[in-house]
């Protein structure tokens, strides 16, 4: 267990729909990150939030949008939601900043389908 | 931005030691070397993480030689559960996680 929790564990909506992803770090660590694993594409950075701010942005679509509030937990927002967003969503999270040397430690994941 | 090549798949035995190597040639002066392992629909997991030479902790070891330019995990004695892939990726620290680079990893297969 890595003190990472994700909800819901699974999602199943359809096309146009748009959905919440909720992410709550591990005690005492500042940063976020979402990640998006699907099968043709491995794992990809969306984006990280630190103690409350942007601060790197990957691959995310502008359908989707994050944001982490002031207790520190995050949400994905999903929109306009599209068959090829059917995927694995991982939070992650981290003690300090996010620099390239510091520990993930990874949530079990959100696993969206869209009909 | 470091990008790492390693292999696609290997496969091993229950008890044998199995050696993963990863490239990365574009390595940076400050740049460290880390690997995950994950599980199927599982996140992934920190194993090791070293700058030069070699690193040990209680799962495996990553021998990184001086030019830096590769550097290989070693699993010693692998079992069943060890089958997952295996990430290698390059950062610093002041680089952001952003940037960093998790590719196709390697998927491990042991066999009984």
């Known amino acids: 267990d890595s003190g990472v929790t994700q909800t819901p564990k699974h999602l199943i909506t359809a096309t146009g729909q748009r959905v919440t992803l909720r992410c709550s770090p591990r005690?005492?660590?500042?940063?976020v990150y979402w990640y998006q694993q699907s099968l043709d594409q491995g794992l990809q950075f969306l984006i990280q939030?630190?103690?409350?701010?942007?601060?790197a942005k990957g691959n995310i679509l502008e359908r989707f949008s994050a944001q982490q509030f002031p207790d520190l937990h995050s949400e994905l927002n999903l929109s306009s939601l599209e068959l090829g967003d059917s995927a694995l969503y991982f939070c992650?999270?981290?003690?300090?900043?996010?620099?390239?040397?510091?520990?993930?430690?990874f949530g079990p994941g959100t696993r969206l389908t869209v009909l | 931005l470091a990008k790492t090549t390693q292999p696609i798949s290997m496969d091993s035995y229950e008890g044998q030691e199995v050696n993963i190597t990863c490239s990365h040639n574009?390595?940076?002066?400050?740049?460290?070397i880390t690997w995950y392992q994950q599980f199927p629909s599982q996140g992934p997991r920190f194993i090791i993480q070293?700058?030069?030479t070699k690193v040990t902790n209680e799962v495996a070891s990553l021998f990184i030689p001086a030019d830096r330019k590769s550097s290989t995990l070693s699993l010693p004695r692998v079992s069943l559960s060890d089958t997952a892939v295996y990430y290698c990726?390059?950062?610093?620290?002041?680089?952001?996680?952003?940037?960093?680079?998790f590719g196709r990893g390697t998927q491990l297969t042991v066999w009984p």
């Open positions: 992650a999270s981290s003690a300090a900043s996010g620099s390239g040397t510091d520990t993930q430690y």
């Open positions: 005690s005492g660590d500042l940063s």
């Open positions: 939030y630190y103690n409350g701010e942007e601060r």
């Open positions: 574009n390595i940076a002066t400050n740049d460290y």
């Open positions: 070293g700058y030069k």
């Open positions: 990726l390059v950062g610093d620290r002041g680089s952001t996680l952003g940037r960093l680079y």
